[in-house]
């Protein structure tokens, strides 16, 4: 298993964001649905550790999520944010500056082609970018880590009809191409069924379901 | 250096021309009166305490200029610097934890400040110019140093999207707050530099129009407000520095976390 939760459970404001979850996410493509205020994000947010759960433990690879240098794991499981939050600059500049982090080598048309942008936006400032151009350019900055893993939080919530088709179809393009694996958070089933082939459905900070997407979104 | 503040002894003020300048805060009430600013008590309180507070600090001053010991200066430096860092705190109040920032900026400003305008011989290590000097120092690392957090404290709050993206990517606690401390470090310090800008054009320093109240010739006038101005710039880019660079590890955990977030649900 890529992931492996177990009674994990986080607290907000003395109230149980999660609570008691206990699920698995093979690798391949994984979604985890439920309505508003589930706590998608927030289980999200602990796969890469950018928070800890209050109860509860996580693995990754059959090791202890707390085994792991926190920078190094996240460049490894690299999450996406809902909204762009680019550095400012250019897109190139952001490519360059999470390519360094990674150790790797910046290569921006690469990049930016996975990411289903022209590589003529490498030299475009990040102000003058649509949203939806912006979350390419995450997931451009995403990619350029080469990671295995990315945590996509409702990666087309913020775009229209077109650009959502776009970006589910690079998504797509990106398991066949790259040994990559998706963990997505959406509030859309169709979503879901489109990219996914694991699911974990979330109600009020439980799990109501995960298995086969099949079984789960039949 | 002794010169320019011996001139300061050859005016003498009665306790009646203080009272007379009581007529123009009775103008500032007026003003708020009259336009509904709502200040009359605040303007009554300020006067009431910066006499109060004043009058002591003189006699205290007094004291420690006739003992002439450096303990007791030492110990009245460090009592400003306590109390610089309570009054900048409760203007930092986004920062989790920023007394002990504030009290470290502070007294390192004041000792590395003082410290190298007493070794340069600048000045003598007397109370005579430690105490005032000093005060000046701290008065303004406080305010810089305070501007400073309350900034960063605005600007981690608001910034906190992009900070967390940031470390999504791996980056350390430090890179990823580095352009918000990078703003809120120049806001401690950007009055500052404008003022010193613009001195001479725009207004008059204290120490100078004091210097040429009390007799002294503006050369020396001139050359003691250089050298305080110049010192204060040290100040307060030490104080805001300080400051600025211990405070935003508060905001993240030892795993490059940012603390009190709102989750997402």
Redesign the interface.
């Known amino acids: 298993m890529l992931f492996e939760l177990r009674e994990v459970g986080l607290d907000r404001g003395g109230k149980a964001v999660l609570d008691g979850v206990t699920a698995s996410i093979p690798a391949g493509a994984t979604a985890i649905v439920g309505p508003s205020g589930a706590g998608k994000s927030t289980l999200l947010r602990l796969l890469n550790r950018l928070a800890d759960p209050d109860r509860g433990t996580i693995a990754y690879r059959d090791r202890s999520l707390d085994s792991y240098e926190p920078l190094a794991l996240r460049r490894e499981v690299s999450l996406v944010p809902q909204l762009p939050a680019l550095l400012p600059g250019t897109v190139a500049s952001n490519l360059a500056y999470a390519a360094g982090l990674a150790g790797a080598p910046p290569e921006p048309e690469r990049t930016l082609t996975l990411a289903g942008l022209d590589p003529s936006f490498a030299e475009r400032d990040v102000t003058k970018l649509s949203v939806g151009e912006q979350q390419r350019a995450m997931l451009g900055r995403a990619l350029a880590q080469r990671p295995r893993v990315l945590l996509l939080d409702e990666p087309t919530s913020a775009l229209d009809t077109a650009a959502r088709d776009a970006i589910e179809a690079t998504l797509a393009r990106l398991r066949r191409e790259l040994d990559i694996s998706l963990v997505l958070v959406s509030h859309d089933p169709e979503q879901a069924r489109r990219l996914a082939e694991w699911v974990v459905r979330l109600e009020a900070g439980r799990v109501a379901d995960s298995g086969p997407l099949a079984e789960v979104l039949a | 250096m002794s010169a320019p503040l011996a001139a300061a002894t050859s005016i003498h003020l009665e306790v009646w021309q203080v009272a007379a300048s009581l007529t123009l805060v009775v103008l500032a009430a007026a003003i708020s009166f009259w336009r509904g600013a709502d200040l009359e008590r605040d303007i009554g309180v300020a006067t009431v305490r910066s006499f109060i507070q004043l009058t002591l600090v003189g006699y205290a001053i007094k004291i420690i200029f006739e003992t002439d010991t450096i303990w007791l200066v030492l110990g009245l430096l460090a009592v400003m610097v306590v109390f610089g860092a309570i009054t900048a705190r409760q203007r930092a109040t986004k920062v989790p934890s920023s007394f002990v920032p504030l009290l470290v900026a502070l007294a390192l400003a004041a000792a590395t400040t003082l410290g190298l305008v007493v070794a340069l011989g600048i000045f003598d290590p007397t109370p005579r110019y430690l105490v005032p000097v000093g005060g000046m120092v701290i008065g303004n690392a406080m305010t810089a140093s305070a501007v400073a957090l309350n900034r960063l404290g605005d600007e981690m709050h608001d910034a906190r ?2 900070i ?9 606690a430090r ?1 990823a707050a580095n ?1 918000t401390v990078r703003r809120a470090l120049r806001s401690g310090m950007i009055t500052l530099v404008d003022s010193t800008k613009t001195t001479g054009l725009i207004f008059f320093p204290g120490t100078m129009v004091g210097m040429l109240l009390a007799g002294a010739s503006p050369t020396d006038a001139v050359r003691l407000q250089l050298i305080l101005l110049y010192t204060l710039l040290g100040s307060v880019s030490i104080s805001a520095l300080v400051a600025t660079t211990l405070a935003y590890r508060h905001f993240f ?1 030892p ?4 603390r009190e ?5």
């Not at chain 2, 977030?261 to 649900?265: F, H, V």
């Open positions: 999207p992009r967390e993206a940031t470390l999504a990517l791996g980056a350390t890179e352009p955990t795993a490059a976390q940012l977030l709102e989750e997402p649900a």
